[in-house]
C-alpha cells in the first residue's frame, strides 16, 4: 500500500534503557544514524521515545548530558501508529501533537518510527502526495523551474 506508514517507516529502531545517560543516548543515535530513540522500561513494560530535541533542549537548559538520564527526558504520553495507517494520517497526528516522530507498532511490538522527514521523503514523488498538499503552480505558462 503506497502511501501507508509501513512503507515509509524506518525498520531501524533504536531501543535503550531509562538509565542511559543523554551522552550514551546521543553517542547511540549518533551511531545508528537515527533521529529518536524507543526507551523501553522493564519496570513498568512502557514504552517512551526520546528525540534528538529533547537531548538538545536539556543541553540548552545547562544540564550535564553525563548526569541527566534518558528517564528525565523521555516521553511517555506517546501516540504509536499502525504500520496500516495512511501517511496522511501520521502527518495529521504529528501537526496536531506537535512532534515529529511516531512509534509504529504492529500487534503491540515496535516495528518502526516513521518521522517527518520519512513521510516528506515519500510524498516527493508527485505520485503519492496528496492533492491538498501539492503545491499550486503560480508560475507564468513557459518559465522554468529551477
Known amino acids: 500500500m503506497p502511501g501507508h506508514v509501513q512503507h515509509a517507516m524506518s525498520t531501524v529502531i533504536l531501543t535503550i534503557g531509562p538509565a542511559h545517560t543523554l551522552r550514551q543516548a546521543a553517542q547511540l ?3 545508528r544514524r537515527v533521529g529518536a530513540a ?3 522500561d522493564p519496570d513498568t513494560s512502557g514504552l517512551g521515545i526520546l528525540t534528538e530535541r529533547d537531548i538538545l533542549d536539556s543541553l540548552g537548559a545547562g544540564q550535564d548530558p553525563d548526569r541527566e538520564t534518558a528517564h528525565a527526558h523521555t516521553t511517555n504520553d506517546v ?3 499502525g504500520p496500516d ?3 496522511a494520517a501520521a502527518a495529521e497526528a504529528m501537526t496536531r501533537g506537535g512532534f515529529r516522530h511516531l512509534i509504529v507498532l ?3 511490538e515496535p516495528v518502526g518510527i516513521v ?3 520519512d513521510i ?3 510524498w516527493a514523488d508527485a505520485d503519492t502526495l496528496p ?3 501539492r503545491p499550486a503552480d503560480t508560475r507564468p505558462a513557459g518559465e522554468m523551474a529551477v
Do not use: G, P
Open 79 to 81: 501516540v504509536f501508529a
Open 131 to 133: 492533492a491538498e498538499a
Open 85 to 87: 495507517w495512511t501517511l
Open 29 to 31: 543515535m549518533s551511531a
Open 38 to 40: 524507543v526507551v523501553l
Open 115 to 117: 518521522s517527518v522527514r
Open 106 to 108: 504492529d500487534e503491540r
Open 120 to 122: 516528506v521523503r515519500s
